[in-house]
């Protein structure tokens, strides 16, 4: 079954609009939103192992709005509303949502090159820190040890 198939239509259509109103593409930057096609299929990719809480979580996020086909439904200013209306309530659904949109949306190749990263994984060839002040470390340095046996 492949990740467009865990999820309706409808819920398809208010997961994307849900990613690209989270970040949304810049022309002056000339980066894609979360809604792209290539960091929504990474979405989708993340998010059919957890399809089953997802969908529940939309249902009820949304069950004010009149649930997840009424909204999918809704034109462009009036799906900002009904998020408005659950952002404030700091609904567990939305913070799962800004999560996996995240994970999808920076992983994606054209953001890491706006960003000055490279798409690969930080060693062999390791990333520069800049040196800072290793005193901070001395109060640790003195505590007993704590681990386990």
């Not at 819920?11 to 949304?24: C, F, K, S, T």
Request: charged share 30%; net charge negative; with cysteine.
């Amino acid at each position: 079954m492949s990740e467009l198939e865990t999820f309706t239509e409808q819920e398809h259509i208010v997961l994307r609009r849900l990613a690209g109103a989270m970040i949304g593409a810049s022309e002056e930057l000339q980066i894609p939103g979360a809604d792209d096609d290539a960091i929504f299929g990474r979405f989708l990719e993340r998010a059919g192992s957890m399809a089953a809480g997802l969908r529940q979580g939309m249902d009820d996020c949304f069950a004010e709005n009149g649930g997840t086909s009424a909204v999918a439904a809704l034109d462009d200013a009036d799906l900002v509303k009904a998020i408005e209306i659950v952002r404030h309530k700091q609904h567990p659904f939305l913070e799962a949502m800004i999560g996996l949109v995240a994970l999808a949306y920076y992983r994606d190749p054209r953001i890491l090159k706006s960003l000055n990263k490279e798409d690969r994984p930080p060693f062999p060839e390791g990333n520069e820190l800049e040196q800072g002040d290793w005193s901070l470390l001395d109060p640790v340095r003195r505590r007993d040890p704590f681990f386990r046996v």
